[in-house]
T-cell receptor
Framework: GAVVSQHPSRVICKSGTSVKIECRSL??????MFWYRQFPKQSLMLMAT?????????EQGVEKDKFLINHASLTLSTLTVTSAHPEDSSFYIC?????????????FGNGTRLTVT | SQQGEEDPQALSIQEGENATMNCSYK?????LQWYRQNSGRGLVHLIL?????REKHSGRLRVTLDTSKKSSSLLITASRAADTASYFC??????????????FGKGTHLIIQP
């Protein structure tokens, strides 16, 4: 159980275009989803916390107009990288928490490798 | 700032040997979690240890937590080639526990030589 599906796994786009990444919890309801960014051989950096039905909470330094997050249902959150530039090329990973409770592990998608040319 | 710091950054051992990775953190925590990441993939949760626990086992994994030293260790016994991956510790520092994003360490890249 606790499967998180992230799509697409890889995307190559031209500079100036927008890219949407989907994160779905397949067998549980995720009240909260998180979006992380990871550079090569680096750790995960939390970008934003997404709660179903409310606006996402962005970490300091993350542009909310650049990285649009929508959590329309308890099983789906999307991250849209708007007007992508080469510096946005990275590995983006979503994770979900089964429900708000004490000491819950995160369940991760398999990530999306974004390359902006 | 990064909450967790793992060491070593990289570790290469022979198959069958034990692998030990350490994690240090800076502030009080509710729990500490270890995750594994295969190259180019998402993270897989391995084990969670609560702040009031000192040791936890799961199969070939053994995790210890010393809150006085703000450190944790992950021991993988009888390592296998398939254990080759990056291992991250992550701390949950909010009182509510689990409802906010974890803070990840920089990770230890483990290579098991066949």
């Amino acid at each position: 159980g606790a499967v998180v599906s992230q799509h697409p796994s890889r995307v190559i786009c031209k500079s100036g275009t927008s890219v949407k990444i989907e994160c779905r919890s397949l067998d549980f309801q995720a009240t909260t989803m998180f979006w992380y960014r990871q550079f090569p051989k680096q750790s995960l950096m939390l970008m934003a916390t997404s709660n179903e039905g409310s606006k996402a909470t962005y970490e300091q330094g993350v542009e909310k107009d650049k990285f649009l997050i929508n959590h329309a249902s308890l099983t789906l959150s999307t991250l849209t990288v708007t007007s992508a530039h080469p510096e946005d090329s990275s590995f983006y990973i979503c994770s979900a928490i089964r429900r708000v409770r004490y000491n819950s592990p995160l369940h991760f998608g398999n990530g999306t490798r974004l390359t902006v040319t | 700032s990064q909450q967790g710091e793992e060491d070593p950054q990289a570790l290469s051992i022979q198959e069958g040997e034990n692998a030990t990775m350490n994690c240090s953190y800076k502030t009080s925590i509710n729990n500490l979690q270890w995750y594994r990441q295969n190259s180019g993939r998402g993270l897989v949760h391995l084990i969670l240890i609560r702040s009031n626990e000192r040791e936890k086992h799961s199969g070939r994994l053994r995790v210890t937590l010393d809150t006085s030293k703000k450190s944790s260790s992950l021991l993988i016994t009888a390592s296998r080639a398939a254990d080759t991956a990056s291992y991250f510790c992550a701390t949950d520092v909010y009182p509510g526990g689990g409802a906010d994003g974890l803070t990840f360490g920089k990770g230890t890249h483990l290579i098991i030589q066949p």
